[in-house]
């Protein structure tokens, strides 16, 4: 049996219209409505979406759960080309939207390493088969429920096929709310445990960098004093994170391990250009003391250098 679920729209008479009730078990998370009754539709109602549609899934009856809403265009067909995907082996089938935001991903790309593996982690429309959650504990807001299944499923394939909306989407959270959602998430996952680890490696690193610089600045020129300092920070700090920060990550073998040691460095340059750049942007057109301009170009390299390196040098 085949379960989809549905969270109540206003247009979801017409897309149910369209589907054999007798073939499928069809769960729609909210109250009762007139435009649905005696289309052999469960309703389950709780305090919010979320914890409707979480009882939803965990009453229905099916093998395979589909999550859809009312904005679905070719809904059987839609239906079709996911279960086809679940039975040549995927244990989750994502619906790949047009309209997805580019920033929204990034960020929960950095977040979540798991959710890098699909192009629309935050897609309301997807099929899973019941054992990926049989033991994960979910507690997601609204309908996005999907990034918790990836970040806590158990599950070994996943693919995703193209699904046509109809107009803007919306969320029943306030962006806010979410992204205090997705950071408390990030914690439990470890990922703001990583962006602190980094942040220790760094402050090393800078101690280093300056401790050389101090010990060659009157044995040897100053460029080369500089050069070295800068280096050997950079080289320590590329070990640091590759033995502690991101163990996790990377692929085996000392090949791998000069790639990113290399993308480590190539990253690490153009965080340095920031920092100059902001330097002396803040001194010569604001007037900012050189050591407070330095401080915001430093922070702003940081912040750069852990996207670059979470989401490219290290990246899983």
Known sequence: MISIIFPYGLKLAKIIDLLDTEKYEIIV?????????????KFIKESNLATSLLKCIRESKGEYIIMLNDRIKDVNCCIDEMVKKAENGADVVIGKRGDKSFIARMFVNLLFPKSRMVDDPLSEIFLIKKDV????????????????????GNYVRVEEVPVKLKGKGGFNESYSNYSKHLLKMAWKEGEI????????VGGIAVLLNEFLLWLLINKI?????????????????????????FKDRGKKGFKEFLKRM????LASLFGLIINLFILLLLTTLFNIHPLKANVAGIAAAFIWNFFAHNLWTWYR
Request: aromatic share 12%; proline share 3%; glycine share 8%.
């Open 262 to 265: 290399g993308k480590f460095n």
């Open 29 to 41: 998370a909210g109250s009762p409505h007139k435009s649905l009754k005696d289309k052999g539709v």
């Open 221 to 245: 020129f100053l460029a080369f004093a500089g050069l070295i300092s800068i280096e050997t920070s950079i080289i320590f700090s590329f070990l640091l994170n590759e033995i502690w920060t």
């Open 193 to 200: 445990k990583r962006f602190i680890k980094f942040g220790i």
């Open 133 to 152: 959650i049989k033991n994960a504990r979910l507690h997601p807001i609204g309908n996005k429920i999907l990034l918790e299944i990836l970040a806590k």
